[in-house]
């Protein structure tokens, strides 16, 4: 299990910059220290546990990259076209040791090796056949149309540093390099939890004051994505002693445990009471709308978060204050994230000293600029601003208002969510 000292977190200000919560994350949790091998199939979502080194050049030879004609490029004329006879053929996978001869051309096809002595590929779209002679234009530039040996990765190069979280176009390259398995971090173990004595499963009986669950599953959702071993332990009730036993079952077992719900100031919210009285409280409040209600803490080495219960406001704490926690906890390397650039087309204000996500899509104007337009509801509790949005604007914390027409920084939900 993941171990964090009881201080990883300190912070006794009012309100937790999203930034100071991000910088105590990458300073003062370890990682957890078991690792793997597992298959090439299996490890999208890894964490690659030690840099994996090139065994081979990648290509390991020089090869064609056209279909076409392979020569010495000191046989081409300067200023009018060359002909040469055609000596031989080489294919992709060919075994034969085929060399061109001086003032000749061998016909290639891609990936072929390029023969021995030649430096140079003609596009076959490019030249004139009549018989067993190839007329070439001039002016091609030496090198052109081949792949040299080693120009992706270099044999003894590291391919995939340690950190990494592997995706397909990564295990993709350790396949290229003839790999069959990675050395990765283990799984992170995850339970969630829903609180509240309103919520109901989905599929059961719901009361005229109840509620179903939403949040359990975009939880589970979006920690599947992430690679997460996740246990579903359902909905507790509201109530403090219970809340505290059920917590502190899953902490000896799990290296995080997730809560939304009860996590305010309210008198039914008994989250926080719980917390304290298995654990330790690092803190409760983050700079961040919608959502400011997280708590975080330490329960016997694992780590804790409750969420606040709207499930928008679920979403945005868990993308940008869960999931930096576990993915240093997984060991994988910090991944900034990127707004980009887009021209709001509404005006907003907002209050300064916290950051804030407003959610919107995306549409191009006349002019082919890229506009942000807002979700006309923009309350915590509306999954449908999720559902018929493209993402987020990110509003930093000395932003007090934008006007129409103001370049922003926007966040698509693809890249929040992986």
């Known amino acids: 299990m993941a171990q964090l000292t009881d201080d990883c977190f300190a912070f006794s200000g009012p309100l937790l910059p999203l930034e100071e919560m991000e910088r105590l994350i990458a300073e003062r949790v370890t990682p957890v220290a078991e690792t793997e091998q597992v298959p090439l199939l299996q490890a999208r979502t890894r964490v690659v546990a030690r840099d994996i080194v090139a065994p081979d050049h990648l290509p390991p030879f020089d090869n064609s990259a056209v279909d076409g004609y392979a020569v010495r490029h000191a046989d081409l004329k300067t200023n009018d076209d060359t002909v040469l006879p055609v000596t031989g053929r ?70 995939l540093p340690t950190g990494t979280v592997l995706d397909a176009q990564h295990i993709a390259l350790a396949a290229a390099l003839g790999l069959t398995q990675i050395e990765v971090r283990r799984q992170l173990r995850v339970a969630i939890f829903s609180t509240g004595d309103e919520v109901v499963e989905p599929g059961q009986t719901r009361g005229v004051s109840a509620i179903f669950d939403a949040n359990r599953y975009l939880l589970a959702e979006m920690l599947d994505r992430l690679g997460m071993v996740v246990t579903d332990l359902g909905i507790l009730d509201d109530d403090a002693a219970a809340l505290s036993r059920a917590i502190e079952d899953a902490a000896r077992t799990h290296d995080l445990v997730i809560t939304s719900g009860g996590v305010s100031t309210g008198e039914a919210d008994f989250v926080k009471v719980a917390v304290e009285s298995i654990g330790k409280l690092v803190f409760w409040r983050v700079g961040i709308k919608p959502g400011r209600p997280v708590t975080m803490g330490t329960i016997d080495g694992a780590a804790f978060v409750g969420l606040p219960g709207n499930p928008v406001a679920v979403f945005v704490t868990f993308v940008r204050v869960v999931k930096p926690l576990l993915r240093r906890l997984g060991g994988a390397s910090p991944r900034k994230l990127t707004a980009l650039p887009v021209r709001s087309a509404f005006a907003y204000k907002k209050k300064t000293g916290r950051r804030e996500y407003v959610r919107v899509s995306l549409r191009t104007r006349p002019n082919g600029e890229i506009e942000a337009v807002k979700h006309p509801q923009d309350g915590a509790g509306i999954l449908t601003s999720l559902t018929q949005t493209d993402g987020l604007l990110e509003l930093p914390e000395d932003i007090t208002k934008i006007e129409a027409g103001d370049r922003v920084g926007f966040l698509p939900y693809a890249a929040l969510l992986d």
């Open 90 to 159: 080489l294919q992709a996978g060919s075994k034969d040791n085929v060399a061109v001869q001086p003032g000749s051309a061998v016909r290639i096809f891609t990936g072929a090796p390029m023969p021995q002595g030649a430096d140079t590929a003609f596009m076959q779209e490019d030249v004139t056949v009549e018989g067993d002679r190839v007329t070439l234009p001039s002016g091609l530039k030496k090198g052109a149309n081949m792949r040299h040996t080693g120009e992706d990765i270099a044999k003894g190069a590291v391919a």
